[in-house]
């Protein structure tokens, strides 16, 4: 499994994931429901059956990783932790319908509506409940092989991987991206994550990183590890729940909440007040302690998003005409002083503690 | 059909409408809110829907709904034999909904602006704890406008910072130029009020109560029945949010001299029969202040979309220049509302 992809969200990849899903009335028999209506929903299809509202998705997972996730679910259960999508188990006490050589599993559907990156209550709820699953999350024992979702330890490695592609691609840039509108910014811009990349391995270096490690591998927890805004559902009854457990791994709980994070700022931009409030609201449920913040300031030094502009210039031929995006790739521009400074503050601020 | 509904040939609506609701279509012709049927069972029209079904699904139980609440000066949605909310036709999707008979409310006088506003408080009230039935799509803008306005002034900043690079200006840069810092100062000040007087406390208030809005609550969305009471249309775009974002369209859609006296009126109304405290006039205050109007057109000349031409765009600014400017009486009463 590889250690992260940034990617933003992919719609074009739904649909085709859609697609490649074998419906016909003799799968529908074989769950036993009589199908009212099927919608497509992001990368899964609502079913409104005679029992009620299912998800359906195609599994994508081993079969041992599905097996693995129900138990992720029924110990987050355990522990009292309610808010994620319970997998429904079929009548022969099996949880995977195999059908024309796919499997297919089901969830129970929930209504409710999607975190807003602009509503700050939708972020600390979403927030406070990332806290909640760390903590019930603790604990966990398994009994079959969890090893390949192991990541501990493993940030090193993949910054020294992505920094290896991002020389790569500065290289293809000069050699390739001659005579195209934007090549001197791309160029520019990746000269700056290689910078940024060299710097969150220092960083990493003279943190306690080995030690963070080992503390949260022995409160035997688990993490999300897909924390993105849409992953994340609020009920009208204002409850939170998590969903796209499929992703989980075994790594440090700062993964979940830096991704989460790093995301939501290069949105709405790197504030140090906000961000301190959000850590704030994590702090408030699961107590931080230096080292966290330690790889939080790594984290976010690290250019997760690199590869976005860069695929989408040199590898699909588009050029970045969109206004926004042309300013987080330009180093001069405001978003990007403004990033620089929050980034040696927060920097700072870690080192302090 | 002519006009908006020219695609449609009268004799398959008229099968539609008989076989998937079960009514019998005495006649029909086209009108400005859509197609009149007349039937066996009243008067009907149907009107193309531009949202999905789900959407839709969402607005129909919220008919449903603040009906069985009480507030019943509405249309519902009709619902088709099968349990649907609309109909399929030439790849576009219908609705029906009973006509409602009366005429535009005009809001000229203190009285009548009482009136739409106290039907206002009478919807909210109705539309509190609203749960939208499974599968349909709620529309949400909880939240929102707070880091919305503060995003808004940010770009007006920046169009401007950009036109001190620019060679040749064109008229609408122009026209822009001349006005950008005071629409800057304008949308940062309602974003600053809006932090600063409690905008995320009232939005908390209205998640909790579930709190269900009209959106689009302003003059032409009301009629005035044969009876005299306020008929509200119009509805397909309501949303969860906070009431004030309601009051401030209602605000906004006044027109005439005496603007003053017609909000005053308005926000008393509405007070007697839900309180509006301190916060809830300053987050009035802070929609009412943004220069929605401005933003919109800049925004799409120096934003992402450019479908546009130049001279339709300067005619839209120069409109919206105007219109901004009319507010400024309704903002007066806002400000001295703390002392009535």
């Not at chain 1, 609201?281 to 690290?302: C, H, P, R, V």
């Not at chain 2, 009709?78 to 005429?103: E, L, V």
């Not at chain 2, 409690?198 to 032409?220: A, D, F, P």
């Amino acid at each position: 499994m590889s250690f992260e992809i940034f990617t933003e969200e992919d719609r074009q990849k739904e649909r085709e994931l859609l697609t490649s899903y074998d419906l016909d009335v003799r799968f529908f028999d074989k769950l036993g429901f009589k199908i009212k209506q099927i919608v497509p929903e992001r990368n899964c299809f609502r079913l409104e059956t005679n029992k009620g509202f299912y998800c359906l998705k195609k599994m994508n997972l081993s079969d041992e990783d599905i097996y693995i996730m129900q138990e992720l679910t029924m110990h987050l259960n355990k522990n009292g932790f309610m808010n994620t999508f319970e997998i429904v188990q079929q009548s022969n006490n099996e949880i995977l319908v195999p059908y024309e050589g796919n499997q297919y599993y089901l969830t129970k559907w929930m209504d409710g509506r999607e975190s807003d990156a602009l509503n700050l209550l939708d972020i600390k709820a979403a927030i406070e409940a990332l806290a909640k699953f760390h903590r019930h999350s603790e604990g966990f024992e398994s009994k079959l092989n969890t090893g390949h979702r192991k990541l501990y330890g493993s940030w090193k490695q993949g910054f020294s991987q992505k920094l290896a592609e991002i020389k790569a691609a500065k290289k293809a840039m000069l050699v390739g991206g001659k005579g195209k509108k934007n090549t001197e910014i791309i160029t520019h811009y990746l000269e700056s994550c290689e910078k940024a990349a060299v710097q969150a391995l220092k960083l990493l270096d003279k943190s306690s990183y080995n030690g963070l490690n080992a503390r949260d591998e022995g409160r035997k927890g688990f993490i999300h590890h897909d924390y993105g805004l849409h992953n994340i559902l609020h009920t009208f009854d204002n409850e939170t729940f998590i969903g796209g457990l499929e992703s989980f791994a075994f790594d440090v709980r700062m993964h979940d909440l830096g991704y989460f994070l790093f995301r939501l700022m290069r949105k709405k931009g790197w504030e140090l007040d906000r961000v301190f409030d959000m850590i704030g609201y994590y702090d408030e449920i699961y107590k931080l302690e230096k080292e966290d913040y330690e790889a939080l300031a790594a984290y976010f030094n690290f250019p997760h998003d690199y590869k976005q502009f860069y695929r989408l210039y040199y590898i699909e031929d588009k050029e970045v005409e969109d206004l926004e995006e042309l300013e987080k790739i330009d180093m001069e521009s405001e978003y990007s002083q403004i990033k620089k400074d929050f980034l040696i503050k927060f920097e700072r601020y870690s080192e302090l503690l | 059909m002519s006009g908006t509904y020219t695609r449609i040939k009268r004799h398959e609506v008229v099968e539609l409408v008989e076989s998937e609701y079960g009514l019998k279509v005495i006649s029909m012709h086209e009108s400005d809110k859509g197609i009149l049927i007349y039937t066996d069972c009243g008067i009907k029209v149907l009107k193309k829907a531009k949202r999905d079904e789900a959407k839709i699904q969402f607005a129909a139980f919220a008919y449903e709904y603040l009906i069985e609440q009480g507030f019943c000066n509405m249309s519902r949605i009709n619902k088709t034999q099968s349990g649907s909310y609309t109909i399929n036709y030439n790849n576009s999707k219908y609705i029906i909904q009973d006509y409602a008979r009366g005429k535009i409310m005009e809001i000229k006088t203190p009285e009548a602006a009482a009136k739409a506003a106290e039907a206002l408080a009478l919807l909210h009230k109705a539309g509190e704890s609203f749960i939208p039935p499974q599968g349909s799509h709620a529309r949400v803008d909880w939240g929102k406008w707070m880091d919305k306005f503060k995003a808004n002034s940010i770009n007006i900043r920046k169009y401007s910072k950009n036109l001190q690079n620019k060679k040749d200006l064109s008229r609408f840069d122009k026209l822009y130029a001349k006005h950008a810092e005071g629409y800057y100062e304008k949308m940062f000040n309602a974003y600053l009020i809006m932090r600063n007087f409690g905008y995320l406390e009232k939005v908390q208030q209205s998640m909790k109560q579930n709190q269900l809005i009209h959106s689009e609550y302003r003059r032409h969305s009301l009629l005035l029945n044969d009876k005299g009471e306020v008929f509200v249309t119009n509805l397909e775009n309501c949303a969860y949010d906070i009431r004030e974002a309601d009051i401030a369209t209602l605000l906004e859609s006044f027109t005439g001299k005496n603007k003053a006296e017609l909000a005053a009126a308005a926000l008393k109304a509405y007070s007697a029969i839900i309180k509006l405290d301190r916060r809830s006039i300053k987050v009035i205050q802070a929609f009412v202040l943004q220069p929605k109007r401005f933003y919109k057109v800049i925004e799409r000349y120096y934003g992402r979309k450019k479908n546009f031409t130049e001279t339709e765009l300067v005619n839209k600014l120069e409109r919206a220049i105007k219109k901004e400017a009319r507010k400024a009486a309704v903002l007066e009463v806002l400000e001295d509302y703390r002392t009535l």
